[in-house]
């Protein structure tokens, strides 16, 4: 069973369109990221949300929004879509707290073109 | 702020060891990590090291950190051309977040 599940693997889209991605997981963890890899390889976390709340809220335009209907989910919707809005974007899930190494499963990501 | 800093390439040949760096900058991270990305796929935990530890042993894997110098190596025995890959490195900030390096890729020549 997979454990970080990301639905759509591949999205093209045009500018100025919205688009969501969806993030899915079974793991039962507490936590959940939204993490955006550039062309560079470069990953840099957006959103983090423990418990269906928001606590980490990066440098990000307010055209991103995540939704977190419950703790296994938690998607990432996105407004006005500009061609820097292309990348991979990645799901993780963690389980909170020390004990495990906040060790982090990502999902298999999301590549998204704005043409 | 934190900061974390690798090489972007390594080439080496099939069957010798890699080994790859690693420098970052918060001295209170608790623990570090090692992510492998293969071609087209996510990232995967490969291991991390607890700050209190020297080094650390899994199999073809060995990880040495020197905290006083903020470096963190990835040592790869005998590596396979299933090794190729990008390796990110990344700590823990006073937050329990991950701070990622940019990643080296692993090149394997015949």
């Known amino acids: 069973d997979t454990a970080v599940s990301q639905t759509p693997k591949y999205l093209v889209t045009q500018m100025g369109n919205d688009k969501s991605i969806k993030c899915e997981q079974n793991?039962?963890?507490?936590?959940m990221y939204w993490y955006k890899q550039d062309s560079k390889k470069f990953l840099k976390i957006m959103f983090s949300?423990?418990?269906?709340?928001?606590?980490i809220n990066e440098t990000v335009p307010n055209r991103f929004s995540p939704k977190s209907p419950d703790k296994a989910h938690l998607n990432l919707h996105i407004n006005s879509l500009e061609l820097g809005d292309s990348a991979v974007y990645f799901c993780?899930?963690?389980?909170?707290?020390?004990?495990?190494?906040?060790?982090?499963?990502f999902g298999p990501g999301t590549r998204l073109t704005v043409l | 702020g934190e900061d974390v800093e690798q090489s972007l390439f390594l080439s080496v040949r099939e069957g010798d060891s890699s080994v790859i760096n690693c420098t970052y900058t918060?001295?209170?991270?608790?623990?570090l990590y090692w992510y492998k990305q293969e071609p087209g796929a996510g990232l995967q935990l490969l291991t991390y090291i607890f700050s209190n530890m020297d080094m650390k042993q899994d199999q073809r894997l060995t990880v040495l950190l020197n905290k006083k110098d903020k470096h963190l190596s990835l040592r790869i025995a005998d590596t396979q051309t299933g090794d190729s890959a990008i390796y990110f490195c990344a700590e823990t900030d006073s937050n329990y977040q991950l701070i990622w390096g940019a990643g080296t890729k692993l090149i394997i020549k015949p």
């Open positions: 949300y423990n418990n269906k709340e928001l606590i």
């Open positions: 993780a899930s963690s389980q909170s707290g020390l004990a495990k190494g906040n060790e982090q499963f």
């Open positions: 918060d001295s209170s991270s608790t623990y």
């Open positions: 793991l039962g963890h507490d936590t």
